[in-house]
C-alpha cells in the first residue's frame, strides 16, 4: 500500500475510445468515479478523453505517469488490433511488455470455464485460446487488478523519475517491437515513417508543458488500466481505492454552499470571488452562470467548495461582502 499523506492524492482519469468521441457509445464512467470518490470523501481533479490513437494515447499515458496522480485508464487494454493501451502504456515507461504470470493463470481459468460451461473440451493450445493470453501482456513490472466478472485482470504501474520501472532493467531497442508489440506507439511517436520526425523525446524528459517527472512513490502515483465496459471497470476501481488508497478517504465531509443571483454579471462579482479565495486559501470558489435554467432562468449560482468547517466560514464571508451590491437572490443550495 502507498505510504500515507498529509494531502489527499490528485485523482485523475483518461478515457480511451474512438466510439466515445464519435458519439457511438455514451461515456458512462466520469459520472460513475466521481460518484465513487465522492462515497470515500475524495474528488476527481481531472479528467481526459482520447481516441484510439496511438502517439496521443502514449501522450497522454506519459502525462500521466510523470504527473504523480493517482489515475484510472480505461479501454484499449484487450487484444484486438484497434486495442493500443497495454502497448503504449510500455512505451511511455520505457520498459518492454511480458506476460503477467498471474494474468496468464486467471486467463487460463476463465477460459477452462468457458469451455466447461460450453460442455466442450479445454484445448490450451488452441490458437484461439493461445491469443486469449494477450490479454495479460503488460508492462513489465506491472501488478494485476483483479476482474469480478470474468476474471481476465486489469494492471496498475507506478511511475518513476526517469520514465522507467527500476525493476526493469535496461530500456529496449527503440527498433525493437516489445514482447506482445508496441511498434505502432513507437512509430505514432515518431510521426509514422516520416523521416523527419526526428528521434523520440527523451525517457527522462518531462511532458511538453510539464514539470519533470516525480520517483515512483514520492507522492504516490499510480495509473490503473482497465476494460472499457463499466460492469468490470467499476468494482475494479472500487477495489484498488479500497485496496491502495483507504489511508485517504477523508473523515471531514468536503461541501459546497451557494447561492443563486439574479440579474447580476460575473465580472461584477469576480472582485468579491478573489476577495474569498485569498481568505479562505483552503477552499474554491465558483461561479456557474446559465441563461436557459428551466427554473430560475437566467442567473448565476454562486459559492464555494472544500472542507466543511473552512467552506461555512467562506460562505459567511461571501454573503456579507456581496451585501454592498444591489443583487437579488435566489435559493440557497448545500450539497
Same mark, same amino acid.
Given at each position: ?151 481476465? &485482470?486489469?494492471?496498475?504501474? +507506478?511511475? =518513476?523519475?526517469?520514465? @522507467?520501472?527500476? %525493476? /526493469? $532493467? ?30 523520440? &523525446?527523451?525517457?527522462?524528459? +518531462?511532458? =511538453?508543458?510539464?514539470? @519533470?517527472?516525480? %520517483? /515512483? $512513490? ?118
Amino acid at each position: 500500500m502507498p505510504a500515507a499523506e498529509t494531502a489527499a492524492p490528485v485523482f485523475g482519469l483518461i478515457i480511451v475510445g474512438d466510439e466515445i468521441l464519435s458519439g457511438k457509445r455514451a461515456d458512462k464512467h466520469l459520472p460513475k468515479v466521481i460518484e465513487l470518490l465522492a462515497a470515500r470523501g475524495l474528488r476527481l481533479d481531472w479528467a481526459e478523453y482520447v481516441g484510439d490513437d496511438p502517439a496521443r494515447i502514449t501522450a497522454a499515458l506519459r502525462r500521466a505517469l510523470a504527473s504523480g496522480d493517482v489515475v484510472f485508464c480505461t479501454g484499449g487494454i484487450g487484444a484486438t488490433p484497434d486495442d493500443h493501451t497495454r502497448q503504449c502504456a510500455a512505451v511511455a515507461l520505457g520498459v518492454p511488455l511480458a506476460l503477467h504470470p498471474e494474468a496468464k493463470a486467471l486467463i487460463e481459468e476463465r477460459m477452462q470455464d468457458v469451455a466447461r460451461e460450453k460442455g466442450e473440451p479445454y484445448e490450451p493450445d488452441r490458437a484461439d485460446n493461445q491469443h486469449r493470453l494477450n490479454m495479460g501482456v503488460f508492462p513489465q513490472g506491472a501488478r494485476i487488478i483483479p476482474n469480478p466478472y470474468n476474471k481476465i &485482470p486489469g494492471f496498475a504501474l +507506478a511511475g =518513476s523519475a526517469k520514465g @522507467a520501472h527500476p %525493476a /526493469a $532493467g535496461p530500456l529496449p531497442r527503440r527498433d525493437a517491437a516489445p514482447s506482445g508489440g508496441s511498434a505502432a506507439c513507437e512509430a505514432a511517436e515518431r510521426g509514422g515513417d516520416n523521416p523527419a520526425a526526428g528521434p523520440l &523525446p527523451r525517457r527522462d524528459a +518531462a511532458p =511538453s508543458g510539464g514539470s @519533470a517527472p516525480r %520517483a /515512483a $512513490g514520492e507522492r504516490g502515483g499510480m495509473i490503473y488500466f482497465l476494460p472499457g465496459f463499466p460492469v468490470m471497470a467499476w468494482p475494479m476501481i472500487e477495489w484498488a481505492l479500497d485496496t491502495d488508497w483507504s489511508h485517504a478517504f477523508q473523515r471531514t465531509a468536503w461541501v459546497e454552499r451557494s447561492v443563486i443571483l439574479y440579474g447580476s454579471m460575473e465580472a461584477t462579482l469576480t472582485p468579491v470571488m478573489q476577495r474569498v479565495e485569498a481568505a479562505h486559501p483552503d477552499i474554491k470558489v465558483f461561479s456557474l452562470p446559465s441563461v436557459d435554467h428551466p427554473q430560475h432562468g437566467a442567473h448565476i449560482e454562486l459559492g464555494v467548495k472544500g472542507p466543511a468547517a473552512q467552506a461555512e466560514a467562506a460562505y459567511v464571508d461571501l454573503r456579507a461582502w456581496l451585501q454592498p451590491f444591489d443583487l437579488r437572490y435566489g435559493p440557497e443550495l448545500v450539497r
